[in-house]
């Protein structure tokens, strides 16, 4: 909005002419996220406490946990507004692209805030039924790779990290991978949410990371240089990326040990479909495996308990998500999330090394 009312000033007022350059509207988006969850934060965390909006925990998970029941949930709903309102602000509204992330942030967003609705209504940790809700994002993901598709300067190959001369293209079956990619991110974000900041700290790095991967596949010149997909108009997804950190790291003020408020379903279902779809875009779809690897980790670790568990009738970890297994050998729970969010940081620094290893 700034953007389309400010630019084209730029020839009466010099200074007006900044407004051009995604580094600057990026920079711009991320204090104004950050801004707004200052702002916003402690008003709604009382507006929560007030409404009675509380976390419900599961009696079968670590007994550190029962004290957190609660806390005010549905935090996400912070996160969604400063993420939304400066990208809406800073960015190019002409651009598809940007139109495409938001969609599918609100989206997985307004599934997550059903469930968490359900939840709080119930009062116990049960919401939408399973099938429901992934019925749902299926849908969602499934109308924006359509899109994708049927959008003619966007190319359906896949590009391998380390394997320069792999790009085969799915054409129509691009859908369906893109589908996995955006579904597959979300509900891994959603089972990283499990103690305090621990799952903002990796999104907030992994935002950071496709925030430089949108600018470099936009610019011609340098996505030639570095020998990576060029996605014209994919530059601008750099500002939303900037809009992810500033609202991350706002909420992780409140979120952080001992948290105030829990973002919920509808966060990091939001945060996570973001991140799948922003992947989708830049044609990083191969290295979130490697940026998000946390997540990815977190999702096979409940892959392999539940697959043990019903083939062998044994469990693997002594708790599923594996930060649960780390609780229950006795790591306190800030030693959790530092280390991860470590881990999270080195992950990242190696999914940009393949910028150069092609």
């Known amino acids: 909005m700034l953007y389309h009312l400010l630019y084209p000033l730029h020839e009466q007022f010099s200074v007006l002419y900044v407004f051009r350059y995604i580094t600057f509207r990026a920079i711009y988006a991320t204090i104004t996220a950050l801004l707004i969850a200052f702002i916003l934060g402690p008003w709604l965390i009382r507006k929560l406490a007030k409404m009675q909006i509380g976390q419900s925990i599961r009696r079968v998970g670590p007994e550190s946990h029962f004290k957190k029941e609660g806390t005010p949930t549905m935090g996400g709903t912070l996160i969604l507004f400063a993420i939304v309102l400066p990208t809406l602000l800073w960015a190019d509204l002409t651009n598809i692209y940007v139109w495409l992330t938001l969609l599918v942030i609100v989206g997985f967003g307004a599934v997550g805030f059903v469930d968490d609705y359900l939840k709080v209504k119930k009062k116990n940790s049960d919401g939408m039924s399973a099938r429901s809700k992934i019925l749902w994002l299926l849908v969602i993901a499934a109308g924006a790779g359509t899109i994708l598709y049927l959008y003619p300067p966007f190319q359906t190959t896949l590009v391998f990290p380390f394997l320069k001369g792999v790009r085969p293209d799915l ?32 999104v907030i790095i992994a935002a950071g990371t496709y925030l430089l991967f949108a600018y ?28 992810m950190i500033g609202a991350g790291l706002g909420f992780l003020w409140f979120n952080s040990y001992p948290a105030q408020v829990f973002m919920g379903d509808v966060g990091s279902l939001a945060l996570g479909g973001g991140l799948g779809i922003i992947a989708v875009i830049t044609k990083q779809e191969m290295v979130l495996v490697i940026v998000g690897g946390i997540f990815v980790v977190e999702a096979l670790s409940v892959i392999v308990q539940v697959a043990s568990f019903r083939l062998l009738g044994t469990r693997i970890f002594r708790m599923a998500p594996i930060h649960h297994h780390f609780e229950l ?30």
């Open 171 to 202: 054409g129509v079956w691009y859908i369906l991978f893109a589908v996995l990619v955006i579904v597959g991110a979300g509900n891994a974000v959603n089972l990283t949410d499990g103690l305090d900041g621990l799952a903002i700290g990796p």
């Open 216 to 243: 470099l596949a936009g610019n011609a010149n340098l996505s030639t240089y570095l020998q990576i997909s060029s996605v014209q108009g994919a530059g601008e997804l750099a500002v939303l990326c900037g809009a």
């Open 329 to 358: 050998k006795g790591w306190a729970e800030p030693k959790i999330i530092v280390r991860f969010w470590i881990i999270s940081i080195i992950l990242a620094l190696i999914g940009l090394s393949t910028l150069k290893l092609r």
